[in-house]
């Protein structure tokens, strides 16, 4: 009898031990704003929430859509078409914009609830299109982006910087613009990754419509990728995009990731997959002022 009960402690001692040590399975999961999103899941096709996309192989090109200056007018459409064609897309918000207007807060919170985007920061203020005088000031451009960061309780450490493209990630910079050297520093000090971009499907400046359609920015993309031009990280295109380009209008847009999804070799993909990007939290935000966030609402 006592063989038999210390037997089974043994046994139990080893199925405790078993548990405790065993390891953990390596997560490999992108901070995709509390929606969590298999990289292996993008590769292998086996996500069942996105789109069906192309094998990845050696050649795969991948393709980031970010849209900056949201939530305004248009941001509606872009969550409307991240669901219909099942793709992830980054919105880069302005955190003051969300305040703006009840529909404004409505499209933000969209955004949030999507689970097809990833939410990033573009500053609170937007630098108030100041841009020399916004970065003359480091500690406050700092804050800028915490106070985004607190307010909307952003889940991310990625950020783009207003009116400026700049990359500075994980030690690797590129930055053509000294006026912003400094506060660069200190946001990467401080957790944040600062996102730039490759390439613009830019937009008239009055009547905020894109300057060319989905065909003709496909083609500059695809040459893009095929020519010698420099990417910030070789077989990765970011692409630039503004939340009101497709406000009274998405078929462009919509052909345009119509044109993607069918190109063999490209894949879209979210920011958060980007290669060798230091995925986390910003560090020391400062509190959340409360008062300030009710004042605005
Ligand atoms: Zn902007």
């Known amino acids: 009898m006592l063989k038999f009960l210390f037997a089974i402690i043994l046994f139990l001692s080893i199925v405790m031990l078993n548990l405790f040590t065993a ?3 390596q997560e490999n999961t992108a901070l995709y704003y509390g929606k969590k999103f298999e990289f292996s899941d ?5 996500q069942p929430t996105l789109s069906s996309q192309p094998k990845v192989t050696n050649h795969t090109k991948y393709i980031y859509l970010s849209f900056d200056d949201g939530p305004l007018n248009g941001s509606q459409n872009i969550n409307a078409i991240a669901y219909k ?8 918000i302005v955190g003051e914009h969300v305040f703006m207007s009840k529909n404004q807060k409505r499209y933000f919170q969209d955004y949030i609830q999507n689970p097809f985007i990833e939410v990033g920061n573009h500053s609170y203020s937007h630098a108030n299109n100041q841009y020399y005088s916004f970065y003359s ?3 406050e451009v ?10 909307l309780a952003l889940q991310n450490n990625f950020i783009r910087l207003p009116g400026r493209n700049v990359w500075a990630i994980n030690n690797k910079t590129d930055n053509q613009y000294t006026e912003t050297t400094e506060a660069v520093k200190l946001l990467s000090q401080n957790g944040y990754q600062v996102i730039g971009w490759d390439i613009e499907w830019r937009y008239n400046r009055k009547t905020k419509d894109p300057t060319c359609n989905a065909q003709e920015f496909f083609s500059q993309l695809k040459n893009h990728f095929e020519s010698d031009k420099k990417l910030f990280t070789p ?4 692409v630039l995009l503004h939340d009101p380009m497709f406000r009274k209008d998405s078929t462009e847009l919509e052909n345009f990731i119509k044109l993607i ?5 490209y894949v879209i993909v979210p920011l958060s997959r980007y290669p060798k990007l230091d995925l986390g939290y910003a560090k020391n935000t400062p509190p959340p002022k409360e008062e300030k966030r009710a004042s605005r609402s």
């Open 142 to 151: 700092l804050s800028d982006f915490n106070k985004s960061t607190h307010l």
């Open 137 to 139: 000031k480091p500690k």
């Open 42 to 46: 993008i590769e292998n096709k086996t």
């Open 235 to 238: 077989n990765n295109m970011v």
């Open 23 to 25: 390891p953990k399975k």
């Open 85 to 92: 064609y099942r793709v992830p897309l980054n919105v880069m």
């Open 261 to 265: 999804q069918a190109h063999k070799e």
